[in-house]
């Protein structure tokens, strides 16, 4: 059984969400419909009923004469307001259940081409078979060529009188300005918990189903807004005239979910081992990287409102680290390309474990964040080496990268250079040919570089594999040689502590940081 189909909204006061009703409402109210409307708003939020509904109020007998004085020009009857279409009729039924030629529904994403909006400018100068108006619903609208909106504007612009057209989408800012000021737009919204709740009750009571007023409460969250797929998950756990959960059980755990939190608490617990083992479970099920990290950022700003009582429910973390998570993940870029899936989101998260590892205090962080500041500037090209005494005083001379090699062959230049700016230096040469072997670079170290070797510390061994590929080694190569002018080999050694020495700017003591730290330390 069609579930969806049965108990979609018949009349405009049966829509569940309140601004959309309300619209239409004052439409039907001034006796005015516009012969071109844009529905905009998340998928399953009920874009497609609330058009059928419009295509059948438009056809229904009783309001035949105020469509001719609106639409053909023909006397004005003497109420001027549309009336709600009689549900109990055939016509209707049809309609509601999408087998009336009346309401016309094309996919835009699969007829997105000059040549298919030419071929319904053809079609809608046919008249209804039925009834007065013809309503057609181009779906995903914001998915046609330049080429395609150009011909639909001409339509738009002088439709034929028996036609409304109803452009549906669910990405708005997608559509040409030039389109959007021919509509009256109308935005949907995805419902909320008491919506889909009510919703979901209606359609239980209607089939004479048992259920709790939990189940329905565990539903609606996975549902996500939609009045569609909570119809279908609804559909899914019922079984011999109750509602059974447990039927469902795996559906309703959200898989993303329960990663997410485990990311989160190994970070405020500092478990760096458990926090890869995470990741390398990801990958190893093949989670898709965008979905995932759309449902971290959604968990995380829905953990935010909750605690900022801009909606209901129980946070599952305090305001300072639903802020604090926030402001760091988004600090990254997480849709550059790596090698590895997720290694961005890894990679950062670990870096806020090491800092969290590191507690400061306050006033000699902005000490030494303001001498880190200077010391990079003098440095980032050239590198001071301390010389021998000479008379009372010791002299400091400035020498180009290429000179100090010579010098300190085979000294180790942890006791006559900073290894760190010298690795930051060669990080910033290298940063514009490749971003992803950069991230990767930022969470290994510079120990030594004696006899032409680099000899670098790596901290997994998932990343020692990747900075070994050949490909790598000769980038790296490359970059060392024209900021240093010779040739080096990189020794990457792999370390068994979980530390990770990222060249993070050591901005980690702002405010924020400083009010997430009461809570990750």
Known sequence: MAWYRLYRPKKVQDLNISSVRESLQRMMADGKIPQSLLFAGPKGTGKTSASRILGA???????????????????????????????????????????????????????????DIRLLKERIN??????????????????????????????????????????????????????????????????????????LE???????????????????????????????ILEMACKDGKLDLEVIKDLLASDSEVYIKNLLEFVIKKDD??????????????????????????FLHKDLLINLSVIEGEAAYSLKIDQFFLKEILSVDLNQETPIPFLVLELKLLEIIERSKKPKDPAQSKEDDSDSKKKIQKTEVKIELKTEEVGPAKKVETVEPAQVIKKMEPVILDSQIDTKTLWQNLIKNFAADNFSLLTLLKSCKL????????????????????????????????????????NLRFDFVLQSEQVLAGTNNETQDSELMLAAKDSLL
């Open 126 to 199: 046919l008249p209804p078979s039925e009834g007065k108006m013809m309503v057609y619903i181009l779906d995903e609208v914001h998915m046609l060529t330049n080429e395609a909106f150009n011909a639909l504007l001409k339509i738009l612009e002088e439709p034929p009188a028996h036609v409304v057209f109803i452009l549906a989408t669910t990405e708005l800012h997608k559509l040409p300005a030039t389109i959007v000021s021919r509509c009256s737009v109308i935005n949907f919204r995805k419902a909320n918990t008491l919506e889909l709740k009510q919703s």
């Open 57 to 115: 109020m438009l056809n229904d007998p009783a309001n035949a004469a105020l469509v001719d004085y609106l639409f053909f020009k023909k006397t004005a009857p003497k109420k001027i307001a549309f009336a709600e279409p009689d549900e109990t009729s055939d016509f209707a039924r049809r309609v509601y259940e999408g087998h009336s030629f009346v309401v016309q529904e094309l996919d835009a994403a699969s007829n997105r081409r000059i040549d």
């Open 447 to 486: 120990d030594s570089l004696s006899d032409g070797i680099a000899r670098v510390f790596v901290y997994y061994s998932f990343h020692k594999e990747q900075l070994e590929q050949n490909k790598n080694r000769d980038l790296l190569g490359k970059a060392a040689m024209e900021l240093l002018g010779i």
């Open 202 to 232: 209606r359609v239980l009571l209607a089939e004479k189903i048992k259920f709790a007023d939990g189940d329905l409460e565990k539903i609606a969250a996975r549902a996500d807004g939609s009045f569609r797929d909570g119809v279908k």
């Open 273 to 298: 081992q458990a926090l890869v083992k995470v990741f390398e479970e990801l990958r190893n099920n093949n989670y898709n990287q965008k979905d995932f990290y759309k449902d971290f950022f959604e």
